[in-house]
């Protein structure tokens, strides 16, 4: 007996490089709408900013190096997903790389 498709797919993606997240979810987008699954998203989450100060000197005046590094988060909801839906998402290639996908069945 073969389990009942779930009633809907989160998919969250997170990376450093905003035209790379934005590529992901197109190419997520484009094949659950080609399967005809409802679409609802993206949805931009906050950007995560992590902030960091290093001494390139003797003394603390004034000689510190600022870096920062921004972590992208957008959200992509599926929903009337069929099994060539599920299937589809699951064998997508050409994704870029550097960008985390986390799928999750709701």
Known sequence: MSQPLPSKIRIRL?????TMVEQAQDRIIETAQRTGARVSGPIRLPTRTRRWAVLTGPTL???????????HKRLI??????????NALQRLDGL????DIQLRLV
């Open 14 to 18: 997170k990376g450093y490089d905003t």
């Open 61 to 71: 005046q004034d000689q510190k190096e600022h870096f920062e590094i921004r972590t």
């Open 77 to 86: 909801e599926i929903r009337d997903a069929t099994p060539a839906t599920v």
């Open 96 to 99: 870029p790389t550097g960008v």
